[in-house]
């Protein structure tokens, strides 16, 4: 039984810049890793690899240095990789990068069954959270968001029980299988790949399916294929802020500053 991890390759970095003209994301220069929650993700099919014996394949739609992304993977443990890269796939919205995933999970479930997909809650650059639950609505997987435990698995019922993360509160989830769990950083700590498994990843071939292989109609994927786009990326306006007396060598009298002018603006009441 297979499980497919969803992995994609981000900038590293909080100083992402925007071309002001094309509204996207300014490649060059910027180191890239694996989207963080998609670390715990591998993370989480190596231990069902351990514990199962299941076959581990990591998933990538990119450019072709996506594959830099994927040695690591490799390197971690995973089984196999596979990166969908084709001009024809850039641009995509999240529509169209769940269609292409979903379309290459399909062809993999048919040389080995498909017991789960597992995606990273979010990315940390397209922040969406939809290419998952895009995934499994294709497929017709059961899905379960914010996981931060696997209750249990067990591949006779066919039976799946997490625990999701919510907002102040856990909530105990049980599906049927084969299913799509996003992963929150909670579930686990990951390893980190030992040198000889770096070395064994490098040596490693990696499947890449371009869209002569998924046969996709070209209108549903790529900037064909996405009825959403960005039409402006801007960091919000702040006010500049005013220091209000020196804080470090005279906290009292910052402290009394801020109250006068609390008060002045009615923001306190005496
Ligand atoms: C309105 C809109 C318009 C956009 N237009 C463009 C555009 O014109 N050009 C452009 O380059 N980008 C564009 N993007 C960004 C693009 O949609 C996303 O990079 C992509 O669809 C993934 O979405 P996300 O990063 O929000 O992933 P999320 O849904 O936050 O990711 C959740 C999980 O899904 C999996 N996943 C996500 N993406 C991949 C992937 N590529 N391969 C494997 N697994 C993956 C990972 O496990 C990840 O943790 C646009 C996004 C939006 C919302």
């Known amino acids: 039984m297979r499980v497919i991890t969803c992995i994609k390759q981000v900038p590293d970095t909080t100083q992402v810049k925007i071309d002001p003209v094309t509204n996207t994301l300014v490649r060059d220069g910027i180191p890239f890793i694996i989207n963080p929650y998609d670390v715990h993700a591998i993370e989480e099919s190596l231990r069902l690899k351990d ?24 390197a971690l443990g995973m089984d196999d990789a596979v990166l969908l890269s084709d001009r024809a796939f850039g641009g995509a919205d999240t529509l169209s990068t769940s269609n ?15 017991g789960l997909v597992i995606c990273g809650k979010q990315t940390i650059d397209g922040d969406t959270a939809q290419v998952g639950p895009g995934i499994a609505v294709r497929l017709g997987l059961s899905q379960l968001t914010l996981v931060d435990r696997i209750e249990s698995l067990d591949f006779l019922a066919n039976r799946i029980r997490v625990r999701r993360k919510l907002e102040g509160r856990y909530e105990i989830v049980e599906a049927r299988l084969p299913a799509m769990i996003t992963v929150v950083r909670e579930i686990n700590q990951p390893r980190y790949p030992t040198v000889p498994m770096r070395m064994q990843a490098g040596k490693s071939p990696i499947t890449v399916w371009d869209n002569e292989t998924l046969k996709l109609d070209t209108n549903t994927i790529g900037l064909k294929g996405s009825p959403t786009w960005v039409s402006k990326i801007f960091s919000p306006e702040r006010d500049k802020g005013e220091m ?6 005279d906290p009292v009298g910052s402290t009394r500053l801020l109250m006068e002018r609390l008060l002045a603006h009615d923001l306190l009441t005496a």
Not at 51 to 74: D, V, Y
């Open 100 to 114: 292409v995933l979903a379309t290459a999970i399909k062809k993999l479930s048919q040389d080995r069954p498909l």
């Open 244 to 249: 209000l007396g020196d804080g470090l060598s």
């Open 51 to 74: 514990r199962f014996g299941l076959h581990t394949t990591a998933l990538s739609m990119g450019p072709p240095n996506a594959e830099a992304a994927l040695k690591r993977a490799l």
